[in-house]
Nanobody, 121 residues
Framework: QVQLVESGGGLVQAGGSLRLSCVGS????????MGWYRQAPGKQRELVAE???????YYADSVKGRFTISKGNAKNTVYLQMSSLKPEDTAVYYC???????????????WGQGTQVTVSS
């Protein structure tokens, strides 16, 4: 069974930092884009940052200059370094990956279970 497991969320004061991790496990044959989304209460899920298989990155305007996405040396691992956190960054953060697995023959989206990030003012 293919899984994406996030960790690293928590409670932090405004101006602080957190590092989120996401590790994929299971029968994963290939991974393309990996990224992070977030969903705040009462709001739609939004793309925060992503990195393509070739290494190009995208950041939402709201996090540019504060968040950094990177891939780990281990396969199917992605990180999100969050700095200068603001109360409006409070949300559940979800890892997303486009993967070919033992259950698919084309790339499809996989999601983690989410990790809560709370920034206090």
């Amino acid at each position: 069974q293919v899984q994406l497991v996030e960790s690293g969320g928590g409670l932090v004061q405004a101006g602080g930092s957190l590092r989120l991790s996401c590790v994929g496990s299971g029968s994963i044959f290939s991974t393309n884009t990996m990224g992070w989304y977030r969903q705040a209460p009462g709001k739609q899920r939004e793309l925060v940052a992503e990195m393509s298989g070739s290494g190009s990155t995208y950041y939402a305007d709201s996090v540019k200059g504060r968040f950094t996405i990177s891939k780990g040396n281990a396969k199917n691992t992605v990180y999100l370094q969050m700095s200068s956190l603001k109360p409006e960054d409070t949300a559940v953060y979800y890892c997303n990956a486009q993967m070919i697995t033992s259950a698919t023959i084309t790339f499809r989206d996989y999601w983690g279970q989410g990790t809560q990030v709370t920034v206090s003012s």
